[in-house]
């Protein structure tokens, strides 16, 4: 009997209606993807190689470039940090507020990042709950880099866990049962077992959460002021240059935006390549051959 990876799929499907389907498709994603962007490139490239180059050595643009990436740097590990353990918390344990805490992981999802900025402006400006406090003691929040991460962050927090928590809950706790029974510290347990089961689902979580990290507006654009060359990452640094008409240099920072949202998506078809690739392994093992859990070789803790 022929393999499920090498059946023959069969549609019921005429001809026509696959072709138009297709066609659709393929104009859907010319009109509003590939034109759009081959117009970034276009436009930041209209006056030459040399002033294209001028828009990014800009001083304001390299230091918008500068803060974008230290914001991600920050935000994306914390972000990997919460997001494992609210997913592990969510699908490896039943308790009281279950569900209240899932709601909390989704939240970011259904609030509009301007609002989660007027929160944190709320809560930390000069006028806010804890701004006066923080006013005496010398700390700036809102206005400051702090707040332009802590907006990042909220607005991301969902992509590592939300990627995270259906895989953990089909994966079941057996194995981490096992590997407890035989001696493994919580640790080792995580590390031999859990990490590699979840390793493709952990680093496309990444990849989303970075993507989004640069590409932040509205939560950034409430909590930083706009102060040109301190609070300005690449996303607000375009709509400045954009609103003075300096289109060039605007569309010469949305490029290389551009960039990196193209790098990030061939890190993700790697990485599901790769996915794919390892799955088609696993397939391709009989069933009646056993699999030797990893922790097995981790010697007890003392």
């Known amino acids: 009997m022929n393999s499920p990876l090498h059946r023959r799929v069969v549609t019921t499907e005429s001809a ?11 104009a859907f994603v010319l009109l509003f993807l590939v034109l759009p962007l081959a117009a970034v490139f276009t436009e930041a490239l209209r006056k030459g190689f040399g002033a294209y180059l001028d828009g990014l050595r800009e001083p304001d643009a390299w230091a918008a470039i500068r803060l974008t990436l230290i914001t991600a740097a920050i935000a994306v590990p914390l972000n990997l940090v919460f997001g494992v353990a609210a997913a592990w918390c969510i699908a490896k344990y039943e308790f009281r507020g279950k569900a209240f805490l899932t709601t909390l992981v989704d939240l970011p999802f259904s609030v509009s990042p301007v609002v989660a900025g007027l929160v944190y402006v709320l809560m930390f400006g000069a006028q806010g709950w804890f701004g006066p406090w923080l006013e005496a003691h010398g700390i700036k929040i809102v206005f400051a880099v702090p707040g332009i991460v802590l907006a990042t962050v ?11 928590i259906p895989l953990m809950q089909s994966q079941g706790n057996d194995e981490e049962q096992a590997a407890i029974v035989l001696g493994a510290n919580g640790w080792q347990t995580f590390r031999y077992v859990t990490l590699p089961n979840i390793k493709w689902g952990l680093i496309y979580g990444v990849i989303l959460c970075n993507a989004r990290a640069m590409g ?12 040109r060359g ?10 400045i240059l954009y609103n003075e008409y300096q289109s060039v240099a605007a569309f010469a920072v ?6 990196l949202a193209l790098v990030t998506l061939a890190i993700k078809s790697v990485v599901e390549w790769k996915h794919e690739r390892e799955l088609a392994a696993a397939a391709a093992l009989s069933p009646e051959r056993p699999v030797a859990i990893p922790v097995l070789a981790v010697a007890p803790s003392p």
Do not use: C, D, K, Y
């Open 230 to 239: 301190q609070t300005n990452t690449m996303p607000l640094h375009v709509e």
């Open 254 to 259: 949305a490029s290389l935006l551009a960039l």
């Open 16 to 26: 026509w209606v696959r072709w138009t389907l297709t066609g659709v498709a393929l």
């Open 216 to 227: 932040e507006f509205g939560a950034v654009s409430v909590v930083s002021g706009h102060i």
């Open 154 to 164: 909220f607005v991301t927090f969902p992509f590592i866990a939300r990627e995270l």
